[in-house]
DNA sequence: TCCATCCTCAACCCATGGATGAAGCTTGCC
DNA sequence: GGCAAGCTTCATCCATGGGTTGAGGATGGA
């Protein structure tokens, strides 16, 4: 364990919410052996000032206005940018946790949590051990258990979410309704629901669905 | 309008997000004219805490565990206490904005708004002008367009997006299955939908069901 | 090569959506 | 009281859509 006072652990802010960026930069500012080296409202922004700002931990919203939080965690792989990451966000869909994790984060927090949860979770994290709330890791390893959604069926719920009918949707992707009608069956039953109207209610529930647009 | 020196706007704060009312708290404590004179986590907390506490102005989360935002804004009116508020949430559901605004809310801010904009809202507000967002206001005028869903109404929106069929809802409600069509026919129309899914997908995105449960 | 997965298609039967009609009920207004 | 309006209830007919099942072809990894 490090000693605190020599080697804080230097935390980048990613958010678009000013006052989440204000609110964790209140928070963690004061704490011995953290310190906030700078904040980032898009990941875009973040990845630059990767460049020059010398950073431990990313505190990540994962919904943001053009580069999310994951695009943003791939960028990092990609570039060969390996820094320890917490997904810090509204949100307990399940799919937003599992992806933030394939995607490379250590750890996920809700932004209801308490600061003492937060600090806990960042001294882990910057430990290199996992941190995520009991809730979250159970709805993760609910997750695992489930079968991915092809990207054909993936495209088969987004319109089926938007009211169109088989046939519609047939069009769309220039197939018979036939096969888009066994394209809805096996959603419904990867995802272990009733009938389409419960798929797309359950789709967006946990974050398979954009519910932006 | 009011000289800001001699008489500051006292704000309280209503989040269950500790990372909000500190960041609240930071953006807005250092602005001339306006102090924070306390924060509730909770509706039930904030109403205790207006008994002593002299405020002119709320800021009230929308989403929280236990008493929201509505419900806040409800008990408030029946307790005969008048108090400005602006809803501030994540959320830009419209079915949520027409409710705070039923409610008795004067403004409604997201949580994505600058200092600035929070700023403006907060002296627009206190002055006695209504303050929304220009999207905001655009979605407030579409759902004052439409008509209410009734009580039975939604008692059948809830349970077509769970997935059960007319059949099983009838059962549930001890009415015909044929009534339920009724029902889920006037749903349609009243949401300008094209069928059950397309209503519960939309229920969930205008926030007409609740998404936690 | 073999197996698994995905995408494709078709036919059967039931559920759903749309259009009406109508009855009992409460609410509120004249 | 009497009347109108709205909500809830039930019904029928009909066209269409949707859930189930079975099955063939393509692809890719073991």
Do not use: W
């Amino acid at each position: 364990m490090p000693d605190q006072r020599d080697t804080p652990i230097r935390i980048l802010i990613v958010d678009d919410h000013p006052v989440v960026v204000a609110g964790l930069a209140s928070m963690l500012g004061t704490q011995p052996g953290i310190e906030v080296v700078g904040s980032a409202s898009s990941g875009e922004e973040a990845l630059e000032l990767l460049r020059t700002t010398p950073a431990d931990l990313l505190l990540l919203d994962l919904r943001m206005p053009g580069m999310n939080g994951i695009d943003t965690l791939h960028a990092m792989r990609s570039s060969k940018i390996t820094k320890r990451a917490i997904v810090l966000t509204s949100f307990e869909a399940d799919e937003d946790i599992y992806r933030a994790v394939q995607a490379g984060a250590q750890g996920y927090l809700l932004k209801d949590a308490c600061q003492t949860e937060m600090i806990e979770a960042i001294r882990a994290v910057h430990g290199g051990t996992r941190y995520f709330p009991r809730d979250i890791a159970a709805r993760l390893a609910e997750r695992m258990m489930r079968t991915d959604l092809t990207a054909r069926e993936l495209e088969v719920l987004h319109m089926l979410a938007r009211g169109l009918t088989n046939k519609e949707i047939g069009s769309a992707l220039d197939i018979s309704g036939n096969t888009v009608r066994n394209h809805v069956n096996s959603i419904i039953e990867k995802l272990e629901v009733s009938d389409r109207t419960e798929a797309a209610t359950t789709a967006i529930l946990r974050g398979i669905i954009e519910t932006h647009g």
